[in-house]
């Protein structure tokens, strides 16, 4: 072999470990594929790790949501107001707001979807507390439009006596095809 192929040999040899760096450093090329490798592999597994802490996460979340739940509203006097639709055929929904013994303790405005879902059988939760056993008012207030595409408010009331076995209000909102109007009740379940 003469002194130029050695000469080309070298150098194609060398190229093949080293290659110029952007600053003019020299890098090993063939040295950095294992590391780029083992670089690949650690991320992956910090990813999978990390989904799997995000997974741990939600799970807490939901026992810490149920056990909230229970602590703040043990079962004997838990109490939840629910909101009904009916039918829709003379009264759009657009508000609600409940008076519990005399103190408004929530107020809802209902979006068109939210409408739509309820129209479709769905219930709307306005409200949960505490309710000792005993005698209670709830007063609740409907806001929407009415027959003929009038503004429309109306007041509904009811007294009722919480016990053991009773935990559910309803303020039902129906129609009534005779007066071709809305009906606004509240039911104790």
Known sequence: MSITQN??????TESQHWAEGVDGDQ?????????????????????????SLKSDVVDLNHDLKQMEERILYPSS?????????????????????????????????????????????GIHRLYMTNLADGDHSATAFFTGIGPGGRSYKRATNIEFEKDANSSYL???????AVKQEPVFAIKQW
């Open 7 to 12: 000469h080309a040999a070298a150098e194609a």
């Open 77 to 121: 006097t838990k109490y939840s107001v629910f909101v009904s639709f009916s039918s829709g055929q003379f009264f759009q929904l657009e508000s609600v707001k409940l008076k519990l013994n005399g103190k408004l303790v929530a107020t809802h405005i209902y979006s068109e979807k939210q409408q739509n879902a309820m129209l479709r059988g």
């Open 27 to 51: 890098v090993s090329t063939d040295q950095g594929a294992p590391e780029a490798d083992d670089a690949e592999a650690e991320l992956k597994r910090i990813s999978t790790y990390v989904r």
């Open 170 to 176: 309803e303020l039902a909102i129906g129609d009534d």
